[in-house]
């Protein structure tokens, strides 16, 4: 498995501003992700990070709003732009670990809680 | 397109109760992967299981034990004699070879154990 941290656990922000979100995790990882999870719902990949390259976002989020940044192979951070209460959700790293037995599995962050205003 | 069905929203037993948790799929990949998490309340996301789609046998851990059928599509979750402490919501998730490794997740069976 792997040791995932998330930085901040929690925050509450007014509309408009930003909050970064970092993700660390204990190993060297190819692939990283990003789930958003809103208030009572289960979770939405936002996108893929991989060391070296451009992420890849999936349909409905788009890099203005989610800028992230992977530079290297244990570190990862997820901007949320111009934050507006629709914003308000739990936010989750993952990273893909690649195990001989039990084939390739994600691990989560303990998740970031934000609470937009 | 891949999907993943937990029907049952919410269940609540009584400790030592036996109950099992639904999870049906849909895909059009022969190779794939299945998974339970478990999301207790403090919000951290665990790994319980990943079942490939050519191993249909079924597995047990401790008191947990999960039912693989291909031919309906389904990856049920069975936890014998509950505790208290298996209240949390439990997610089924999907992930289709060559996705890069995208989990598609149910919307997740909230269990609540009463003592």
């Known amino acids: 498995s792997a040791v995932i941290s998330q930085k901040p656990s929690r925050d509450i922000c007014q509309r408009g501003t930003s909050l970064t979100i970092q993700c660390q995790v204990d190993?060297?990882?190819?692939?990283m992700f990003w789930y958003r999870q809103q208030p009572g719902q289960s979770l939405t990949l936002i996108a893929t990070?991989?060391?070296?390259?451009?992420?890849?976002?999936e349909s409905g989020f788009v890099i203005d709003k989610f800028p992230i940044s992977r530079p290297n192979l244990t570190f990862s951070t997820l901007t949320v732009s111009n934050l507006s209460p629709e914003d308000s959700s739990i936010y989750l790293c993952?990273?893909?670990?690649?195990?001989?037995?039990?084939?390739?599995?994600?691990?989560f962050g303990p998740g970031t809680r934000l609470t937009v205003l | 397109a891949q999907k993943v069905t937990q029907a049952q929203t919410e269940i609540s037993v009584v400790e030592k109760e036996d109950v099992t948790l639904d999870c049906v799929y849909e895909t059009r990949d022969t190779t794939y992967y299945l998974f339970w998490y478990k999301q207790p309340p403090s919000g951290e996301l665990v790994f319980l299981i990943r079942r490939n789609s050519f191993d249909e046998q079924n597995e047990i851990s401790g008191r947990y034990s999960w039912n693989f059928q291909k031919s309906t599509s389904s990856f049920n979750f069975t936890i014998t004699a509950s505790q208290v402490v298996d209240s949390a919501v439990y997610f089924c998730?999907?992930?289709?070879?060559?996705?890069?490794?995208?989990?598609?997740f149910g919307q997740g069976t909230e269990l609540s154990v009463k003592p």
């Open positions: 990070a991989n060391q070296g390259s451009e992420a890849t976002y």
């Open positions: 993952s990273v893909e670990v690649n195990q001989i037995v039990g084939g390739d599995t994600q691990y």
């Open positions: 998730a999907l992930s289709e070879d060559n996705q890069g490794g995208k989990l598609i």
């Open positions: 190993s060297q990882v190819t692939m």
